[in-house]
């Protein structure tokens, strides 16, 4: 399993980001996917979900209204659409797949928000 994200940045309050995960090695259009980020000295939490067909979709209550999940099963991608950000947004963010058992995560994209 390899997952690459890419998207992230630095930017300021107010501003957006959109985020990719390039993912391979399982069948992806049969797997739900999952953001999640880890702030410095924080745990890892989660984001946003997506199931296999795109259909259903969850957030976190902190980011509910802000952030939108999508993903295009023909590329094997999922994105995260990150508007009015915070500074508590400010993490490294991770896709990983539900696939049970194992849990496979990619190196991780870092948001700054800062002014």
């Known amino acids: 399993v390899q997952l690459v994200e890419s998207g992230g940045g630095s930017v300021q309050p107010g501003g957006s980001l959109r985020l990719s995960c390039a993912a391979s090695?399982?069948?992806?259009?049969?797997?739900?996917m999952n953001w999640y980020r880890q702030a410095r000295g924080g745990e890892r939490e989660f984001v946003a979900s997506i199931s296999s067909g795109g259909s259903t979709t969850d957030y976190a209550d902190s980011v509910k209204g802000r952030f939108t999940i999508s993903r295009d099963n023909a590329k094997n991608t999922v994105y995260l659409q990150m508007n009015s950000l915070k500074l508590e947004d400010t993490a490294v963010y991770y896709c990983k797949p539900s696939l049970g058992g194992t849990d496979y995560w990619g190196q991780g994209t870092q948001v700054t928000v800062s002014s």
């Open positions: 090695g399982f069948t992806f259009k049969w797997s739900a």
